[in-house]
């Protein structure tokens, strides 16, 4: 299954490591975190060019970090949804 994180960019619900609180990397640790992974490419944001909202979430996958201006406690619904209905899905098979 698949998480969309806002602008036409998805990635596979298993592959998600963490989301993230965006503001908990502005500083610190995790600021470098940030400037690492964007000076390597592996930072992708799925902003809209020229769009002003704020950087809500960071997702950590195993292969990129995402920036979305969708909220963490929408995206964590969101791949919690994708599971509970495999495993309805799962129910109505064994029945």
Known sequence: MFLHLGNGVSVRTKDVIAISDYALFQDGPGKELLEHHKATGLLVSTRPAGDATPIKSLILTKDKTY?????????????????????????????
């Open 67 to 95: 920036l979305s201006v969708i909220s963490p406690l929408t995206l964590k619904r969101r791949s919690q949804q994708v599971y509970d209905t495999l495993d309805n899905d799962r129910t109505d098979e064994i029945e």
